[in-house]
Nanobody, 120 residues
Framework: QVQLVESGGGLVQAGGSLRLSCAAA????????MSWHRQAPGKQRELVAGITSGGITNYADSVKGRFTISRDNAKNTMYLQMNSLKPEDTAVYYCNAFVGRDPVSTYNYWGQGIQVTVSS
């Protein structure tokens, strides 16, 4: 079984920074594309940023220039550095990963979610 464990959330003032981490645990062959998503109260879950196993990244327009996604393949961990945070960044942030359980089987996993609250 594969688990994605998020950490690093919390409460921060507008303009501040937070760094989220997502560590993959369990038995697997490899980790492919990883991404961060978020869901604010009353809104649909949305993609924040994604990163391939080779390091190619993409970002939602709303976070470009403020958030940076990265990964450490040796540690099976993905990060989201969030700077210049705004109250509208308040949401539950979820880690997502496509994980190869073996050389031919790929499954999609979600983390449990972590709260990020930005006060004005």
């Amino acid at each position: 079984q594969v688990q994605l464990v998020e950490s690093g959330g919390g409460l921060v003032q507008a303009g501040g920074s937070l760094r989220l981490s997502c560590a993959a645990a369990g038995r697997f062959f490899n980790i492919k594309t990883m991404s961060w998503h978020r869901q604010a109260p009353g809104k649909q879950r949305e993609l924040v940023a994604g990163i391939t196993s080779g390091g190619i990244t993409n970002y939602a327009d709303s976070v470009k220039g403020r958030f940076t996604i990265s990964r450490d393949n040796a540690k099976n961990t993905m990060y989201l550095q969030m700077n210049s945070l705004k109250p509208e960044d308040t949401a539950v942030y979820y880690c997502n990963a496509f994980v190869g359980r073996d050389p031919v089987s790929t499954y999609n996993y979600w983390g449990q979610g972590i709260q990020v609250t930005v006060s004005s």
